[in-house]
């Protein structure tokens, strides 16, 4: 998740060649947040559990968002604590702790667990136990998760370059290198892996995708020109997450677009002018968006038209949403959970989490939502029926 930093921006960007800025839930974005809107509440939401997995993201905008695989969680914080946590008990299954400057991660494989960090490492980790297995040197700050398929652990690291390691040992295959600009948002667009092709989402406004086996270029579209008069009307980073539904791959930028691709080809379907930096969710036809400036969009995914949109939320910092049945759930800055009726785009609900907010977008499987607080909080709820 990208967020948005000010403070001796300029200072930064002179110094260091290459900077970033903050682009969700920080205090400096412009404008206050808008009031919480009064409404009757027609939906009973209950915590389910609660455990702590550390430290939480510390205070250099990371998002390490949990990872859910065959009934567990997998989560991390700042300091190097990696955690097993059963979903359905949220009782821990075992506890590492490092001495790793965690950055990214986790991501999940049948047989590891793969950890980025801040000075440019992966490391493997045996899922069942927490050993670790391997440790591989990349190129820069690793900022997203790792993801593994087919025998190899790709990697992105916030220069731009992209790797292919053996999942056995680390041993690398394949490298594949894009520039970035000079200022960027903080964070990355999460890889995307599927049917032996990675989708790779840049700050440049661009979407790579690469060939698994061995990193060769299949498509390289530009979903929106950074164009601008300063580097901060130039931003055009690619959103946290990319989706690929059927055929089609859907993603956002933080320059005003939600666009649809083939993604055998790259080629254009629809795009919609709504800037997020936090990426899509899609449930069958429906896609729900958080844009920059706190309105929440629900669109009809096959061709991008506006079902509704909720802007009572303005400069609220809002996650990228999540669906819950039928239901769709926010989070913001100020740490309140958002219900909304995903038909008609009416709140529901509203519950308050932790006054320092939300590490990550809130994620549902089956009955459950879960969330990470910024202070390293794991929670699950359950809503209506399920409760």
Not at 234 to 251: E, P, Q, Y
Request: glycine share 12%; charged share 20%; hydrophobic share 40%.
């Amino acid at each position: 998740m990208k967020r948005f930093f000010i403070a001796f921006l300029l200072f930064g960007l002179f110094l260091q060649g290459c900077s970033w800025i903050k682009s969700w839930g920080d205090d400096d974005e412009a404008g206050a947040p808008a009031p919480l809107v009064e409404f009757k509440s027609s939906l009973k939401v209950g915590k389910v559990w609660s455990t702590n997995i550390g430290d939480g993201m510390g205070k250099q905008g990371l998002s390490m968002g949990p990872r859910y695989s065959s009934g567990t969680l997998f989560a991390a914080d700042y300091k190097g604590r990696l955690v097993s946590v059963n979903a359905e008990s949220g009782n821990k299954n075992w506890e590492m702790k490092t001495d790793q400057p965690f950055s990214g991660g986790p991501g999940v494989d049948e047989n590891q667990v793969y950890m980025g960090t801040i000075d440019g490492r992966v490391i493997a980790y045996d899922r069942n136990a927490g050993t670790e297995l391997w440790n591989a040197q990349v190129s820069s700050e690793v900022l997203i998760p790792p993801e593994s398929a087919d025998g190899i652990v790709v990697v992105r690291c916030i220069d731009g370059r992209v790797f292919g390691l053996d999942a056995i040992n680390g041993r690398r295959i394949w490298i594949y290198d894009h520039s970035v600009p000079l200022l960027t948002l903080r964070g990355n667009a999460d890889l995307l892996v599927r049917g032996g092709n990675i989708f790779i989402g840049y700050d440049d406004g661009s979407v790579v995708s690469l060939k698994l086996e061995d990193g060769s270029v299949l498509w390289n579209q530009t979903i929106v020109s950074p164009e601008g008069r300063t580097e901060l009307e130039r931003l055009a980073d690619v959103g946290t997450k990319m989706v690929v539904v059927a055929s089609d791959l859907i993603v956002s930028s933080y320059k005003n677009r939600v666009v649809s691709l083939a993604a055998d080809s790259g080629r254009l379907l629809w795009f919609n002018e709504i800037s997020s930096a936090t990426g899509i969710q899609v449930d069958r036809t429906n896609l729900a968006v958080s844009e920059a400036n706190g309105d929440l969009w629900m669109l009809d995914r096959r061709n991008g038209s506006t079902i509704w949109k909720l802007d009572q939320m303005t400069n609220r910092g809002l996650t990228r949403p999540a669906f819950y049945g039928n239901f769709v759930v926010v989070g913001d800055k100020q740490g309140y959970l958002h219900w909304i009726d995903t038909q008609i785009g009416s709140f529901v609900a509203r519950n308050k989490v932790d006054s320092k907010g939300f590490a990550a977008a809130p994620f549902s499987v089956g009955t459950t939502l879960y969330v990470l607080t910024h202070g390293g909080n794991l929670i699950a709820y359950r809503a209506g029926a399920a409760l």
